[in-house]
């Protein structure tokens, strides 16, 4: 069997820089990687875009979303027979008809993200619909906490904004019923409740593992990301 190709999705308020650490890790072991940029314009849109990149991919695929990456792995991967695996960092995992904002209320938790964002137009948007951006001010408490400032603060300035919609679009029927999820709980996430992040992992009958960090555990705990990573693989490969 040939070796599986790891794609790499990233969320919104940031971009596939973020997997550098965890790239360079896979890489070293001779795993190819392909790490894409999410458009960030709703699920619908985002999971097309992703499907069609994966359309192009022989042989086995591990899918691995971060955030509202997750909620766009869920979507995209249904349907195609290479994708072996699901993996999920601090990430939406929404059921059918499930929307990110009501998926931040599983489980009883509360996120302050919505109360701190910067909304600015876009040309093309639907009426309603804006660019959304964490506040740089709150960023790097509720993003990044546990990278130092003078990082965090820099994420803060080049995050990409996602589309304000996004928030309330449903999800498709979910991947994770039919293909194989691993999940990374972050306990101190304060953009995704932890409590949601357990509901959504249990939910989905998903290997899961716990750990104490920020929403980016990719950048802020590469070694535990990408230990869960080749644990997916390597189940995957059996």
Known sequence: MSSSTVVLVHGAFADASGWTGVIERLQEKGYPVLAPANPLRGIGADAAYLSAVLSTIPGPIVLVGHSYGGAVITNAALGNENVAGLVYITA???DEGEAVAQANEL???HTEVTEHLVIRPFPGAAEGDADAYIDPEHFPRLFAQDLP???AQ???VSQRP???ASLGIPSGSPAWKAIPS???VASSDNIIPPEAERFMAE???ATTVEIESSHVPMISHVDEVTD???????????
């Open 92 to 94: 939406y995992a929404l």
């Open 107 to 109: 489980g009883g938790g």
């Open 149 to 151: 400032l003078p990082e």
């Open 154 to 156: 820099a994420l803060a």
């Open 162 to 164: 996602g589309a304000l």
């Open 182 to 184: 691993w999940y990374l």
């Open 203 to 205: 939910r989905a009958g």
């Open 228 to 238: 869960l990573i080749l644990a997916a693989i390597s189940s995957t490969e059996v």
